[in-house]
């Protein structure tokens, strides 16, 4: 009986050092695929803040070292440098499935090649899980759909809680209105809409095919809604792309790539994670609900705010459709795809497409109270910065940095408050294309955790210290 | 119908109407179910899990009950981090803790009937 359990113990250790080994390699070659997706050219720093190309969408890879993907990032880390960088890798895979021409005639066909190089398409392929997981992980953990739901419980649910936002003031409002510079705060909520509506809709275009009988019809006809009937004036994106020119934007994809936000490229990356994969079909169903409902209700507001910063100077035809049209369209993904599909394959479906309604619904919220937090910071620095220097710890982490004129650093956030010094030269830190501080030799900033920044050298040299705030114990 | 906001820390047991429920941790998934055993009304909320943790033994008559197929007669819940969200015809509705051991892991390894 001894031997007996001592070969089966011999046998299972065998068996947990194959495994252990498997896993190691399996993470060997992950971390492999990511530095050859991420050294790419088209992802390289790049001399300015804005992007020429749709290709050109820098990735910051010299971050890469010091950043782990291969666990799930809690809600509370939402904040911290590897979720930015997850979302740029995830947006930059995505896309390679999206067709994209720079619409100012200037093609750089070996950038074009690059972007959809067949092997930097595999290696987005073998990444792209693992970044899933760590930036959406959390969503599993956060919520759960436990007990007997049918469509009706689902109904009143739903309906609770749009409820509650068509009832609720409008935040953007107040936030533009209150805000020290209401255009450039209206122009940065205008960017952090441009992942997802200067090609509105890309994500919906990968769960029209295959076959779905009647319900798959029925999400047609809510694409060719997005997508203008094939007249390009009606394109929701061509819309868009005329109220950013109308608000001294520039429309080209990505132009401003480096000012998205982490949060608000999840909710691009979100519809491509549910889509992409036709396993969370059912999710990504709930989601469709919840957006084309909520934005029904939502858009008003943001016509609203268009208003208040740029007074009738632009035309709010794109908040104005959607404020229409999504009416029609949340209608539609109820009534005519969501009641039809429980209908046909039973209540076993509703979890998900409650899910999908709910974890949409709280990275919208999210989004929200980031762009909110980022608004009131760009709003605290032009305001001024502060004249004493904040007490440190003794023993607080610091890094001291010397760079040559023009030297840029892509925007990035830190994962902790830091206090940024300037010891030698001039540089200026930029938050938006709008906001922006020169510091010289002597002067300081606070850098809040989460917050979005880049900077670029204006001396001929120049040296800083960055020192986290961070408590330690 | 009404949707009811509960933080998970303030309850443990809940009913509505005359229906009684309590939270049941089922994997993962926090679960509302059903109290009453549906072959002679034992309260179940006092019942112990079976050794793989996966059924309920109603401690009257020690049926077991899958916790799986408890789930279908239990309230739509939506867990939201500290939050549950259950959605209800009835608005009478009431809460409360008491002991549960049922939810200790330490019973987890008792023997199934």
Known sequence: ?473 | MKVIHLPLDSFNSLAVGETKYFLLQNGAKLVLAPSQCPHRGGPLHFGRRTTCAAKLVCPWHNNAYAIQSMERRALPAIRHGNYIAIVTENEDIRVWSELLPINQDQLADENEP
């Open chain 1, 1 to 473: 009986m001894l031997m007996k359990q001592t070969r089966g113990s011999r046998k299972r250790s065998r068996t947990h050092d194959a495994h252990s080994m498997k896993r190691e390699s399996d993470r060997m070659l992950r971390k492999q695929a990511l530095f050859e997706f991420a050294n790419q050219s088209v992802f390289a720093q790049q001399p300015s803040f804005y992007c020429d190309s749709p290709y050109t969408c820098p990735l910051r890879p010299l971050d890469l070292f010091k950043l782990e993907f291969d666990r799930i990032l809690s809600q509370g880390e939402l904040n911290q440098p590897s979720y930015l960088m997850g979302q740029r890798l995830l947006l930059n895979i995505y896309e390679q499935d999206l067709v994209f021409l720079p619409q100012n005639g200037k093609l750089a066909l070996t950038e074009f090649r690059t972007f959809y190089h067949e092997e930097v398409r595999r290696a987005g392929a073998a990444i792209r899980p693992m970044l899933e997981r760590h930036v959406f992980g959390w969503l599993d953990e956060e919520i759960s759909i436990s007990g007997n739901w049918d469509i009706d419980t689902f109904k009143a649910y739903a309906d609770q809680e749009l409820d509650r936002i068509a009832k609720a003031p409008s935040r953007l409002i107040n936030c533009i209105s209150t805000s020290r510079n209401p255009e450039n705060t209206a122009r940065f909520f205008l960017i952090q809409c441009a992942s997802d509506f200067l090609s509105e809709a890309s994500a919906m275009a990968r769960n029209v095919l295959g076959n779905f009988g009647t319900d798959q019809s029925e999400l047609f006809k809510i694409l060719i809604d997005e997508y203008g009937y094939g007249v390009p004036q009606k394109k929701h994106s061509v819309i868009f792309e005329s109220l950013m020119t109308q608000c001294g934007l520039n429309p080209a994809v990505h132009y401003y790539w480096q000012f998205y936000t982490a949060s608000s490229l999840a909710l691009t990356n979100y519809f491509h994670y549910v889509s992409a994969n036709h396993q969370h079909f059912f999710r990504y169903l709930g989601a469709l609900f919840y957006t084309e409902a909520s934005l029904a209700l939502v858009t008003r507001a943001q016509s609203q705010a268009m208003r208040l910063a740029f007074s009738d100077t632009v035309d709010t035809l794109y908040f104005d459709e959607h404020t229409h049209i999504d009416v029609h369209h949340g209608k539609m993904a109820l009534e005519r795809l969501i009641l039809p599909v429980v209908q046909r394959y039973g209540q076993q479906v509703l979890p998900d497409i409650i899910r999908g309604f709910e974890e949409f619904r709280l990275l919208q919220d999210l989004a929200d109270a980031d762009l909110f937090s980022h608004i009131a910071w760009h709003d605290s620095l032009a305001a001024g910065q502060p004249a004493l220097l904040p007490q440190l710890q003794s023993n607080a982490r610091s890094s001291s940095f010397h760079e040559c004129r023009d030297e840029l650093s892509v925007t990035h956030v830190h994962g902790c408050t830091e206090l940024f010094v300037v010891n030698r030269g001039t540089l200026r830190l930029v938050c938006t294309p709008f906001t922006h501080l020169d510091l010289a030799a002597g002067q300081h900033v606070v850098i809040p955790v989460g917050m979005l920044h880049g900077s670029v050298i204006t001396s001929e040299q120049c040296s800083y210290t960055v020192t986290s705030m961070e408590q330690s114990s």
